[in-house]
């Protein structure tokens, strides 16, 4: 490694340690002052650093993942937002996926690359959004969730995201943006400004992460749509 390589690296170790200390700073003035709960702070430690692990393209990611979809389920059941808790535990199915495809997905078993979406399963996932919305918002107000709509539209969102991020798709980035555009206002309304502070993060993260897959990007044209894309 050349010399001029080494303040680069340095930068780059800096930006995930400087995360870690404010995540965990901003948590534990949250938990202290009793405007979020110790799951709720623990949570917001945890997602922090887990999306920045998937924008640096770190299998790590997915381990620590697991451990805050798990927090984020019983904490979303409490504030009854019941399709986003519901949605925690498909995310978990997803992260065992995920890592297993990073892992050995690629070509002959190997480390998969970032690869752009077909145009056909872009279709399938918009039409997939406007159904699961419709069902899901007839179902919340079945059992009494709260913000039917937003809470039924975010969740189709973030699941599309979540499995085109399971399968290293670029695409997942700007779902990821739509749905923490909407999440934010949406879980200040709910009192859960911890939550709503850490998808802010999330949000800036996502632009981040959509600019460093894009970098990374194989130079080859966009697969052709078939239907095992």
């Not at 340690?17 to 700073?25: G, I, K």
């Not at 399938?124 to 159904?131: C, E, K, M, R």
């Not at 555009?181 to 502070?197: E, K, M, Q, S």
């Not at 949000?203 to 044209?221: E, F, I, N």
Request: glycine fraction near 6%.
């Amino acid at each position: 490694m050349s010399d001029a390589s080494a303040p680069t690296r340095l930068a780059e170790l800096a930006l995930p340690a400087a995360l870690v200390l404010a995540s965990t700073a901003i948590a534990y003035a949250a938990w202290s002052t009793g405007t979020a709960s110790a799951l709720e702070a623990g949570a917001f430690v945890t997602g922090a650093i887990c999306v920045w692990l998937v924008v640096r393209q770190s299998v790590w990611n997915f381990p620590l993942g697991l451990l805050n979809v798990a927090a984020y389920a019983w904490i979303f059941y409490e504030y009854r937002l019941y399709a986003d808790s519901g949605l925690q535990v498909v995310y978990f199915g997803l992260n065992l996926a995920g890592w297993y495809l990073w892992l050995f997905g690629g070509e002959n078993r190997t480390e998969l690359t970032v690869r752009r979406t077909s145009a056909r399963e872009l279709a399938l996932i918009a039409v997939f959004i406007a159904a699961a919305t419709t069902f899901l918002w007839w179902l919340l107000g079945k059992i009494g969730g709260a913000s039917k709509f937003w809470d039924a539209l975010t969740t189709s969102i973030s699941l599309s995201a979540q499995w085109l991020q399971s399968r290293k798709k670029l695409e997942c980035w700007h779902l990821w943006i739509l749905a923490d555009v909407i999440y934010v206002p949406l879980y200040i309304t709910r009192g859960l400004n911890l939550t709503a502070l850490l998808y802010a993060v999330f949000l800036a993260l996502a632009v981040m992460g959509l600019l460093a897959w894009q970098k990374s990007l194989k130079s080859w044209p966009a697969p052709a749509p078939s239907a095992s894309s």
